[in-house]
């Protein structure tokens, strides 16, 4: 299993370009989430997924979609991209919505915007 | 809305001595749930607490939910250079949702 798998490692991006960053997990988790981590603000959750078809907004949504087609991918959609959007993304997956269910963490995308 | 507080947002220790980190609620907590993140790296589950007053050891790490179930800690006994990183506390939400405290940062100086 490679678990959580997200892609690119690293990106920078000029002000108004758009991008997709590529989430994928191999353990047939139904619940999958995007997180963006900034200095001194812990994680904060931009959407998430309890199945495919299904997501919804979390604490800091804007200028962010999502979509989940199939049970393995959740991509992340940066439409038009801000500075304020230079942060780490993290994609996150459990077996389900359960409150007792482990976050497994993917390695994360360094998303820089000039 | 739901916020977990954590405190301190640093820590510097000189190896071997204690750590420990506290997450308090204004609400109560339906569980809580403790990650670590080393430097570059993604955060990485360590443990979950349901049960009021729980008390959970690993090794030299323990994890305690309070009897009001509004606050946990961490702990950790004689630190190494190994420990350090970055501790979250995190309450899962019954949508799935986990909100996470602003973690606390451990620096260990050899």
């Known amino acids: 299993n490679a678990g959580v798998t997200q892609t690119p490692k690293f990106q920078v991006l000029k002000t108004g370009q758009s991008m997709t960053l590529q989430c994928a997990q191999d353990m047939n988790h139904e619940y999958m989430s995007w997180y963006r981590q900034d200095p001194g603000m812990g994680l904060r959750l931009i959407h998430y997924?309890?199945?495919?078809?299904?997501?919804d907004q979390g604490e800091v949504p804007n200028g962010y979609n999502v979509s989940r087609s199939t049970t393995e991918d959740f991509p992340l959609r940066l439409l038009s991209a801000a500075p304020s959007q230079t942060s780490v993304y993290f994609c996150?997956?459990?077996?389900?919505?359960?409150?007792?269910?482990?976050?497994?963490f993917g390695p994360g995308t360094r998303l820089t915007v000039l | 809305g739901q916020q977990v507080m954590q405190i301190p947002q640093y820590q510097h220790v000189q190896e071997g001595e204690d750590f420990t980190t506290y997450c308090n609620s204004s609400t109560t907590l339906s569980n809580i749930q403790w990650y670590k993140q080393r430097p570059g790296g993604h955060p990485v589950f360590l443990i979950q607490l349901v049960k009021s007053g729980e008390v959970k050891k690993q090794k030299r790490l323990t994890f305690q939910f309070g009897e009001a179930k509004k606050n946990s800690s961490l702990h950790i006994t004689a630190t190494q250079t190994t420990d350090v990183g970055t501790y979250f506390c995190?309450?899962?939400?019954?949508?799935?949702?986990?909100?996470f405290g602003q973690g606390t940062t451990l620096q260990v100086k050899p």
């Open positions: 996150a997956s459990s077996y389900s919505g359960g409150r007792t269910d482990t976050q497994y």
């Open positions: 997924s309890v199945g495919a078809g299904i997501t």
């Open positions: 995190a309450e899962r939400s019954n949508t799935g949702k986990l909100i």
